[in-house]
């Protein structure tokens, strides 16, 4: 169906029930319904099912550019697209950041699942093999997210920084990783890769010697263009539930979607500013706690604002990020802040994160 106001519709999840229909931007279907689950995609309906509760429980075209993507110019055969779009990446699964007091990896990540399935999201998740390997429910969590047809690249398998281990070290946990990821890849193309702490190399030998070898071995790497350190909300999180404390709880939901919505705005700003229009975004958030409690109304937000999703190849379709998916190309990979700073545009801080003492 469409709606006749020609804007997107979102479901909402709570206690099982779709409770009402978010309204976003331009052409797609409505689905508005206040009965017992029912999914327009088949492979999300087991899940939305079984996760439900889950989520209640933790409640301009120029000249050619540099190869860095700086002013990257669409191709005749590229159209702008109507709204904004966001690629959502999901880094360090099957576990990330403290486990809150009473918490459960497979109620954290059946919720993960349950609001991306509502809203339609596609998803790229980036795994680390290494991460809370002892705990039985870690490969639940992998399994879940491939039943609900979402895709797994790699995070290496300890979350090692290039920076720190060098080189050689860091590409012998890349290639640790790839049997878990395959086992688990549903015989998908998980040949997409995601650096740990964005970093890529302090020296041009050490960053040319890991793109090379990723290179080989078939790599695309996943770009980050928006995120707001989600990650800092997981820690407060778990410090706020362990006291108990409700009321600093509901103001990290606040200061979560504020920082959330700040973020987007500045990643739009830079992407205007430095190159006259949207790219494709690519959003980096976590497989946390917090995340999974907040993921609803984060995606609500996104729609609120104007954004669509769409898929990670999608999205690095656009020339802008030609660093990451040809690793011929010199690096790093492209950002919009190198971008911006190339061109002498003023580069507008972050949100805050959460402070230290939070619940400390």
């Known amino acids: 169906m469409t709606n006749s106001a020609g804007r997107d519709a979102s479901w909402q ?4 029930r779709v409770v009402r229909c978010g ?36 409640s301009s075209h120029g000249a050619p550019a540099p190869s860095k993507g700086i002013s990257a110019p669409l191709s005749a055969s590229q159209t702008v697209p109507v709204r904004p779009l966001i690629a959502i990446t999901i880094d360090d699964l099957p576990a990330h950041g403290p486990l809150p007091v009473g918490g459960d990896r497979l109620v954290i990540g059946k919720a993960i699942i349950a609001a991306l399935a509502a809203h339609h999201a596609p998803a790229f998740g980036f795994m680390n093999a290494g991460f809370d390997s002892s705990d039985p429910k870690s490969s639940q969590v992998l399994t879940e997210w491939r039943k609900a047809g979402l895709s797994i690249g790699n995070h290496t398998f300890r979350h090692s920084n290039l920076d720190t281990v060098g080189a050689g070290a860091f590409l012998a946990d890349v290639a640790r990783n790839e049997p878990a990821i395959a086992a688990v890849s549903g015989g998908r193309d998980w040949h997409w890769f995601r650096y740990p702490f964005l970093a890529e ?6 960053r040319d010697a890991v793109r090379s070898e990723l290179r080989r071995r078939g790599y695309r790497i996943a770009a980050a263009t928006m995120g707001f350190g989600d990650y800092a909300w997981n820690d407060a999180f778990a410090r ?11 103001a990290l939901e606040t200061s979560y979607l504020a920082a959330a919505r700040e973020a987007a705005q500045r990643s739009r700003n830079l992407s205007q500013a430095a190159l006259g229009r949207d790219i494709p975004y690519v959003l980096l958030i976590h497989f946390g706690a917090f995340d999974a409690r907040m ?26 990020y030609a660093t990451a ?27 805050p994160l959460p402070d230290a003492a939070v619940c400390a």
């Open 13 to 16: 999840v709570d206690s099982g």
């Open 23 to 58: 309204i976003a931007t331009t052409t797609v279907m409505t689905c508005c319904r206040d009965d017992a689950f029912g999914s327009r995609e088949p492979m999300y309906k087991a899940t939305i099912l079984g996760a439900a509760l889950a989520m209640a429980s933790i």
């Open 201 to 206: 190399g302090q020296s041009a030998t050490a």
């Open 240 to 250: 706020c539930t362990a006291r108990h404390d409700t009321s600093a709880i509901a």
């Open 295 to 320: 993921m609803p109304r984060l995606l609500d937000l996104y729609e609120e604002m104007g954004f669509g999703f769409t898929t990670l190849s999608k999205a690095q379709a656009d020339p802008f």
């Open 325 to 351: 998916t040809d690793l011929t190309v010199p690096g790093p990979t492209a950002t919009l802040e190198e971008t911006a700073r190339a061109k002498q545009i003023p580069i507008p801080a972050g949100a």
